[in-house]
């Protein structure tokens, strides 16, 4: 493994089903105005990172939310739908209020079972599996020391971030939800993979010691 690579899981901005708390899945929701401000703010934060290569899910949330960055550092959007979010089937496009009402039990237990379909979909465990492959096949056109980004979404990235890590499949859910436009960036070492940041908003600050 090469060392010292920089992975930067960004999720999308806001849509109007994020805002009114409905189930997006794989539906491909436009962003609102306000998501498209998340995105152009971000990516004033994102290109001091001197990104080498910017992946997105090809949904539209994704792909605007990655161009908004790829404009700003003459970068072109590779997209590939292996990075989408968690398909759930006959969840997508209810209010969570619904899904409390009609499906309580299976959505209590798909918040903390990484092996739950919800709505008959994806499990968490496949989504990472095909998150992290297409990080694997990207990960290929980025130096040694370099930076990759991707934009993704909120569910996906965290399938990836858990299974990069290495946590078992049980403890996934300690990973909290993510902001609309906050990224998290995760880190090579001779040991592998290590969390640097989560949920972030600001950029990453250097360690001035480690616990090692």
Same mark, same amino acid.
């Given at each position: ?7 930067? /899981? ?5 849509? #109007? $089903?994020?805002?009114?708390? +409905?189930?997006?899945?794989?539906? !491909?929701?436009?962003? *609102? ?49 292996? /990075? ?5 089937? #006959? $969840?997508?496009?209810?209010? +969570?209020?619904?899904?409390?009402? !009609?499906?309580?039990? *299976? ?106």
């Amino acid at each position: 493994m090469t060392a010292h690579r920089r992975l930067v /899981l960004w999720r999308h901005g806001r849509t #109007a $089903w994020n805002a009114e708390q +409905r189930f997006q899945g794989q539906t !491909d929701i436009a962003l *609102d105005e306000v998501g498209m401000e998340q995105a152009r703010m971000a990516a004033q934060f994102l290109q001091h990172l001197k990104p080498d290569r910017i992946i997105a899910s090809d949904l539209q949330r994704a792909v605007v939310t990655a161009q908004m960055l790829g404009d700003l550092v003459d970068l072109p959007v590779v997209t590939d739908p292996d /990075l989408r979010e968690t398909f759930a089937g #006959a $969840w997508e496009g209810l209010v +969570r209020a619904e899904l409390m009402r !009609d499906h309580d039990a *299976d959505f209590a237990r798909w918040a903390w079972d990484s092996h739950a379909r919800p709505g008959g979909g994806e499990t968490r465990v496949e989504v990472a599996d095909r998150m992290v492959r297409a990080i694997e096949r990207e990960l290929a056109h980025v130096p040694e020391g370099g930076t990759l980004i991707i934009a993704t979404h909120g569910g996906a990235a965290r399938a990836a971030i858990a299974s990069l890590l290495g946590l078992p499949t049980d403890h996934w859910s300690c990973l909290g939800v993510l902001s609309n436009c906050a990224w998290s960036v995760v880190r090579e070492d001779s040991t592998g993979w290590r969390l640097q940041e989560y949920n972030a908003g600001s950029l990453p600050q250097p360690a001035l010691a480690d616990d090692r």
